[in-house]
């Protein structure tokens, strides 16, 4: 920069002169990573700029295409983007918003940006990660248009290319994601049809349509007229509802918005998903304790008011209360702050108190107006209450019993030598059989084996107390070391990776489905703090001369044969099953810490996990029946 420039430069110009080149440098400072997460970043970002007009009252219609070779159309039918100047960079409005990082979403005036984690520089970005991008406006009867290149340098400046009809108005984004920033360019049509789905129940009215052009068409229309309402109509579906109605409840103080949604049903676990600023808050914050706190003190008022609560009976607890209640929170905040180990959980302190009190407020009034509905509530909560009381009686057994026994009786678990947790593992693995090789195969220093043998209890159906009644989950307890429940202590966890290793089938499929499902509602905190893992066994050893080479799929195999000799004969080996590896397969391919790969879950993988159980362990039978078409015989034990 030329001396005699830099008076005119504040803090202000220096953000905005940030380059493109920065987020091609540092992309995971701007979208996270650049896996297939970081890919399905940049639709999000667009279509969060599409939100934002529809929020403002502009749009209501946005349509998402996946075109052949993975390029992305977004379109809105708001205003159009501004055509004119900056006044600032001498640029078009359009230019300067694609091509210059911004400090703050005020950028075209108006009100706050809602939508997104990127606050107004998302377009920015998704045009530094492409190899190309267009952009069209259709605005006062003319077409405008701009291709970027190479990572969002313009090919030419903004111009009009063509005329329209002047009633019609909106913006169209175009773009390719850059194959040299990224792991995967492909996207995923159930990541995208999962989050735009959300997007339009967080969104009330808004229309959003979802275009697969690739191989076979698809198409998917998101539009709920009854926003989180018919969210939680969805949660609810295959289950027995406590009440028809569902408790909605708005309000605003201070320009931040608070909706809250919620049903009960007859399982005993609670579905509570919170949005800010319709980002997924899955580690909760302050809007979701305000709500808490608020449906555990009116339900508590109400049970004692209508003496159905007596005064020497306990109060009921946060737990008792939230027993099979499904309910969605959306706050919408002007500045919010994103806290937390994953930037998942909502930090604003005012929040609580606003929350706390509009939610109170309605459900206070729901309460009153719907007699037989509070009635059951308060029923089903003295249920709850009873069985938690019950739930600890057990536990304080499991713990005398386990104080007796000491840890190397604890079921068939094979300990590790070590006592230090960070250097400690423990496989769950299916089978007796499987299990005998990985006690041969491990490292005992550090390495513990737990065979699991029959089916785990599915939680879904059962509360803590039956739970605590089943012999494997109390093994799984004990072996933990962190107790469960509102005893639950992750410090004293025994093991720095758990990791599930079961059979590349449906039956192995199923078990791990079952031990996630049983972490999701029992043990979260360890699968939020990453201790989860899934073995990945290999498919086929393949013998080729003095080479082995072990492959997991199908493809990898294929593509293992095209690097060998046409005239090669390799000898092919599928293993069935983990039981037909011997110990030495199973050190060398799936336990060795140099050669395995291991999966690490995620809260979303045990929360889909969880979710199959609640859509099948429904009184709906349908969905079971389609699970039982699909996967046949096996599915007869998910009554487990
Ligand atoms: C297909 C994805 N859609 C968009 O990216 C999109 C941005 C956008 C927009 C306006 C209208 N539609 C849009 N679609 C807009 C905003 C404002 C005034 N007129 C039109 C305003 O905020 O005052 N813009 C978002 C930012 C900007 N426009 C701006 F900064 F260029 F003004």
């Known amino acids: ?47 969060d700029n599409a939100v934002d007009e529809a929020l403002a009252g502009y749009c209501d219609d946005i349509e998402v295409e996946i075109g052949k070779g993975n390029v992305i159309t977004v379109k809105d039918d708001g205003r159009g983007m501004p055509t004119g100047t900056n006044a600032k960079t001498g640029l078009s409005t359009i230019e300067t918003i694609f091509t210059v990082l911004h400090a703050g979403g005020k950028f075209g005036g108006g009100g706050y ?26 605005r006062e009867g003319k077409v405008f248009y701009q291709r970027f290149e190479n990572g969002g340098k313009p090919v030419e400046p903004l111009k009009v290319v063509d005329e329209c009809s002047v009633d019609r108005t909106g913006t169209t984004v175009s773009f390719h994601a850059d194959p040299t920033m990224f792991e995967t360019t492909v996207y995923n049509w159930d990541i995208l049809y999962k989050r735009l789905q959300e997007m339009a129940f ?44 569902v408790v909605y409840v708005e309000g605003r103080e201070d320009d931040i ?50 003496k159905l609560l007596k005064d020497n009976d ?44 509009i939610f109170a407020n309605g459900f206070e009034r729901f309460l009153m107006e719907n007699p037989d509905a509070a009635k059951a509530i308060v029923d089903k909560c003295m249920t709850a209450s009873r069985a938690r009381i019950a739930a600890k009686k057990a536990r304080e057994l499991t713990r ?51 065979p699991l043998r029959g089916k785990i209890l599915n939680v879904e159906k059962a509360r803590l107390d039956r739970a605590l009644g089943n012999e494997e989950i109390r093994t799984i307890i004990t072996a933990f070391g962190t ?32 031990l996630l499902t049983l972490f999701y509602r029992f043990f979260r905190p360890i699968v939020e703090t990453g201790h989860v893992y899934a073995a990945q066994p290999p498919l086929y050893k393949v013998v080729y001369g003095k080479t082995i ?41 799936t336990m060795h810490i140099e050669n395995r790969v291991l999966k690490r879950i995620t809260v979303d993988d045990a929360m889909a996990a969880d979710k199959v159980f609640s859509d099948l362990m429904g009184d709906e039978v349908l969905p079971r029946k389609e699970y039982i078409e699909q996967y046949g015989q096996f599915a007869s034990n998910i009554d487990a």
Not at 333 to 357: C, R, Y
Not at 408 to 414: D, R, V
Request: glycine share 8%; aromatic share 6%.
């Open 483 to 514: 107790g469960i429940g509102d005893e639950f202590d992750l410090d004293k966890l025994r093991y720095n990776k758990i990791i599930i290793m079961t059979d590349a089938d449906v039956d192995g499929d199923h078990i791990r489905i079952l």
């Open 549 to 589: 080479k072990y492959v997991q799929s199908d493809e990898e195999l294929a593509e293992y044969r095209a690097t060998l000799p046409t005239s090669a004969k390799p000898l092919v080996q599928r293993f069935k099953g983990l039981g037909e590896m011997d110990a030495i397969d199973l050190r060398e391919t």
């Open 202 to 245: 967080l969104n009330k009215g808004v229309r959003i349509t979802l275009i697969d052009q690739r191989e076979d068409e698809k198409k998917a229309i998101f539009h709920y007229n009854g926003g989180i309402i018919e969210y939680v109509q969805m949660l609810n579906k295959n289950k027995q509802v406590l009440f028809d109605d």
């Open 314 to 357: 306990d109060s009921l607890t946060g737990e008792d209360v939230r027993e099979g209640i499904a309910m969605i929170i959306s706050c919408k905040h002007p500045n919010p702050q994103f806290e937390g180990q994953t930037k998942t959980k909502l930090g604003n302190s005012e929040v609580k108190k606003i929350a706390n009190d």
């Open 1 to 47: 920069m030329k001396e005699e420039n830099k008076a005119h430069y504040n803090d202000n110009d220096i953000q905005v002169l940030e380059g493109l080149e920065a987020v091609r440098k540092r992309p995971g400072m701007y979208i996270g990573n650049t896996n297939e997460a970081g890919l399905h970043h940049l639709v999000w970002e667009i279509v």
């Open 257 to 306: 918005a608070v909706e809250i949604a919620m049903q009960y049903n007859d399982s005993y676990n609670p579905s509570i998903y919170s949005f800010a600023n319709n980002i997924h808050t899955p580690e909760g914050g302050t809007h979701e304790e305000g709500v808490k706190q608020a449906l555990t003190r009116v339900i508590n008022n109400y049970a004692k008011n209508a």
């Open 400 to 450: 005398r019993k386990t104080a007796l026994d000491g840890f190397n009786t604890i079921g068939k678990l094979a300990d590790c030598t070590s006592k230090d947790a960070s250097i400690s593992e423990i496989f769950l693995v299916e089978g007796d059989s499987a299990g005998g090789s990985a006690k041969d195969a491990r490292i005992p220093k550090t390495q513990a084996i737990l």
């Open 113 to 138: 940006k809602v939508s997104g984690g990127l606050h107004g520089v998302g377009a920015s970005v998704v045009n530094a990660l492409s190899d190309w991008l267009e952009v069209r406006v259709y």
